[in-house]
Every structure is written in structure tokens, then in C-alpha cells.
């Protein structure tokens, strides 16, 4: 198996909160290149040597970086759309640019080639019993009986090939049905509020934190032919904005929170205000290590599990507002 090198650079404030952050995207191992270490090194004052080669004195000006590997293929490629749209989330957050510039470099492939050629990697599939998801540049005739849902990704997270997307759209799709009031909480590229409408759903509000995800969603969501007048898409913070949180309402029968621990276990308080009494909680992005506090903390505010389904360390999960 060929593998994709991904040097990310930060600065040494931002190596431990970066590394818990991807240890949240599944992945576990690292490579961590820390300027503060080099300098600590080469001011050692009661250091043994002669000589230090000038290539290693050339690293007291070094980046601090976090190198990961991933798999060239169609789940490497959704981890690195995650691992792009985290940087993204973290350079909103970090107003003070106390984590340096939070850029990703992947190993002889330049940003604009990687735009293309992640493209080899989607190609159209089934999901559940009633989907068939396909990029708009594959042709191909659609299974019988299955709802085709066309999604152009581009640089935000969401082709349905990660398993934390896919569980999500298995646990979804027996729950929609007519007039069914959806949220799609960090809608990335808007797939989980458009499947939800595809299958039924009567309305549809999306958020998202970044900018570019609101974009994308709403192209996908026009690519499929869905009512303007019955989806809203807004990007902002629902963790720190009380007019957001009052403008995207109460009432829902189904909620859909696709993102990673920490935040689903900031979000659980605020769930019941959207949720009616009995209405259904679908959470997924969690790796399988945090599944049982993630659950713990939601079940704590007012909810009962009812399914859950996991795949190859990733987990989702099912609930009822009690």
C-alpha cells in the first residue's frame, strides 16, 4: 500500500492540542518535529561536543511540525478532507494565532493537484437499503429501487465513504419520514441533510462552522434539485452564538451531529432545545475508544440510546430525548 506524507505546521503551544485533536479523526501515530526541543538541545550548556554539524544547528529555526500518514485510498482521502477541515475549524478559533499557521503540506503532491486527484477515489456506491451516492463526473445507472443522491464534495468533509458518515445515513434513513423536521448540525458538505430530504424529510436547517462548508452545501443541495423554500444552511458556532441558537428554532424530530467527541460532549446541553419530547438524536465522528463518555454525557442530559453501530474504530450512535 502506497501511503500519503501530511507534515502539518503549528507551533510548540499547539503540538498537544493538535495531536489530541487528529487522535479524535482515528488516527494514532505521529511524527513531532518541536523547534523549542532543538533550541533546548543547542543551549545545553553541559553538553559533551567538540562539533555540531551545521545541518543540525540549522534546525534552531525550524517549524515545529506533526507529520501523519495515510493510505492512498478512498478512506485516506476522507481523513485528509477531515484533517483539512480541522486545521480550518482551529484557525477560526485560534484569533490570536497562537498555534502558528496551521497548514497542511502533503510529500510531492501541491494543493492544486490534490484538488483533482482525490476524484479517483469517489465513485459512486450503496449505503443501507435506500441510497446510491455518486459523484456528478460518474455516469451509471442507479439500482434499483435506491434514492440517488449526487454530492461534489470539494474541500469539505462529507462523500459518505468514511464510516463515521456512513453508519450516520444507516441510523437516518428508517427514521425520515413524511414531514420529518431535520437539523444537521456541522453539515460539512451538506450529505446528511440532503439524504434526510431525499427520503422524505419536509424541512432542513444545516450549520456549519466554516464558511466553505455553508458554500459546498448549498451547491449540493441545488446539484439535487431540493426545495429552496424548505432548507435553510447558516455557518456559525452554536457554542458560542445564543442568536444562532434562537434562530435555528426548536421543535426538530430528528437531529444529526456528525463531528468529533469533544464537541458532540460540548453540544449535549444544548440538544434538548431543538429536539421535541421523543424526538431522535443520531451522533457519529466518534473514534470507538471515547464512544461510552461521549454516550454518558449525552445520555446525562436527558436521553436514552436506543441503537448504536460501529465499523473498524469509529462509532454512531442512536437516541431518544427522554
Same mark, same amino acid.
Given at each position: 500500500?502506497?501511503?500519503?506524507?501530511?507534515?502539518?505546521?503549528?507551533?510548540?503551544?499547539?503540538?498537544?492540542?493538535?495531536?489530541?485533536?487528529?487522535?479524535?479523526?482515528?488516527?494514532?501515530?505521529?511524527?513531532?518535529?518541536?523547534?523549542?526541543?532543538?533550541?533546548?538541545?543547542?543551549?545545553?550548556?553541559?553538553?559533551?561536543?567538540?562539533?555540531?554539524?551545521?545541518?543540525?544547528?540549522?534546525?534552531?529555526?525550524?517549524?515545529?511540525?506533526?507529520?501523519?500518514?495515510?493510505?492512498?485510498?478512498?478512506?485516506?482521502?476522507?481523513?485528509?478532507?477531515?484533517?483539512? +477541515?480541522?486545521? !480550518? %475549524?482551529?484557525?477560526? =478559533?485560534?484569533? @490570536? *494565532?497562537?498555534?502558528?499557521?496551521? #497548514?497542511?503540506?502533503?510529500?510531492?503532491?501541491?494543493?492544486?493537484?490534490?484538488?483533482?486527484?482525490?476524484?479517483?477515489?469517489?465513485?459512486?456506491?450503496?449505503?443501507?437499503?435506500?441510497?446510491?451516492?455518486?459523484?456528478?463526473?460518474?455516469?451509471?445507472?442507479?439500482?434499483?429501487?435506491?434514492?440517488?443522491?449526487?454530492?461534489?464534495?470539494?474541500?469539505?468533509?462529507?462523500?459518505?465513504?468514511?464510516?463515521?458518515?456512513?453508519?450516520?445515513?444507516?441510523?437516518?434513513?428508517?427514521?425520515?419520514?413524511?414531514?420529518?423536521?431535520?437539523?444537521?448540525?456541522?453539515?460539512?458538505?451538506?450529505?446528511?441533510?440532503?439524504?434526510?430530504?431525499?427520503?422524505?424529510?419536509?424541512?432542513?436547517?444545516?450549520?456549519?462552522?466554516? +464558511?466553505?462548508? !455553508? %458554500?459546498?452545501?448549498? =451547491?449540493?443541495? @441545488? *446539484?439535487?434539485?431540493?426545495?429552496? #423554500?424548505?432548507?435553510?444552511?447558516?455557518?456559525?458556532?452554536?457554542?458560542?452564538?445564543?442568536?444562532?441558537?434562537?434562530?435555528?428554532?426548536?421543535?426538530?424530530?430528528?437531529?444529526?451531529?456528525?463531528?468529533?467527541?469533544?464537541?458532540?460532549?460540548?453540544?449535549?446541553?444544548?440538544?434538548?432545545?431543538?429536539?421535541?419530547?421523543?424526538?431522535?438524536?443520531?451522533?457519529?465522528?466518534?473514534?470507538?475508544?471515547?464512544?461510552?463518555?461521549?454516550?454518558?454525557?449525552?445520555?446525562?442530559?436527558?436521553?436514552?440510546?436506543?441503537?448504536?453501530?460501529?465499523?473498524?474504530?469509529?462509532?454512531?450512535?442512536?437516541?431518544?430525548?427522554?
Amino acid at each position: 500500500m502506497n501511503w500519503w506524507q501530511v507534515d502539518i505546521y503549528t507551533t510548540t503551544a499547539g503540538i498537544d492540542i493538535l495531536c489530541s485533536s487528529l487522535m479524535d479523526l482515528g488516527i494514532r501515530g505521529f511524527s513531532i518535529q518541536d523547534a523549542e526541543d532543538f533550541n533546548e538541545f543547542l543551549e545545553n550548556k553541559d553538553g559533551k561536543w567538540d562539533y555540531i554539524d551545521e545541518d543540525l544547528m540549522g534546525l534552531s529555526n525550524c517549524e515545529s511540525c506533526v507529520t501523519i500518514y495515510l493510505p492512498e485510498d478512498s478512506q485516506g482521502a476522507e481523513t485528509l478532507r477531515m484533517v483539512k +477541515e480541522l486545521l !480550518s %475549524r482551529m484557525k477560526s =478559533e485560534d484569533t @490570536e *494565532k497562537v498555534y502558528g499557521r496551521l #497548514e497542511a503540506e502533503l510529500s510531492g503532491i501541491c494543493e492544486e493537484d490534490w484538488a483533482n486527484n482525490w476524484k479517483q477515489y469517489f465513485k459512486p456506491f450503496c449505503v443501507g437499503e435506500k441510497l446510491y451516492i455518486k459523484p456528478s463526473w460518474e455516469e451509471g445507472s442507479c439500482p434499483d429501487g435506491r434514492t440517488i443522491l449526487e454530492i461534489d464534495p470539494a474541500s469539505s468533509f462529507g462523500t459518505g465513504q468514511h464510516h463515521t458518515t456512513r453508519l450516520c445515513l444507516e441510523l437516518l434513513e428508517n427514521e425520515v419520514s413524511e414531514g420529518t423536521k431535520l437539523l444537521d448540525l456541522g453539515c460539512g458538505s451538506g450529505i446528511l441533510f440532503i439524504a434526510g430530504m431525499l427520503l422524505g424529510a419536509e424541512k432542513a436547517f444545516a450549520v456549519d462552522i466554516e +464558511e466553505n462548508a !455553508s %458554500r459546498i452545501a448549498k =451547491e449540493n443541495a @441545488e *446539484k439535487n434539485a431540493l426545495d429552496e #423554500e424548505k432548507y435553510t444552511i447558516c455557518c456559525g458556532n452554536i457554542l458560542s452564538d445564543s442568536e444562532l441558537v434562537e434562530e435555528i428554532g426548536t421543535g426538530y424530530d430528528i437531529i444529526c451531529a456528525n463531528i468529533v467527541a469533544d464537541v458532540l460532549k460540548a453540544m449535549a446541553p444544548i440538544f434538548p432545545k431543538f429536539l421535541r419530547e421523543n424526538g431522535t438524536l443520531i451522533i457519529s465522528g466518534i473514534i470507538s475508544e471515547r464512544k461510552d463518555e461521549v454516550v454518558d454525557t449525552v445520555v446525562a442530559n436527558g436521553f436514552e440510546v436506543i441503537e448504536e453501530k460501529e465499523k473498524e474504530g469509529w462509532a454512531a450512535v442512536k437516541l431518544v430525548r427522554a
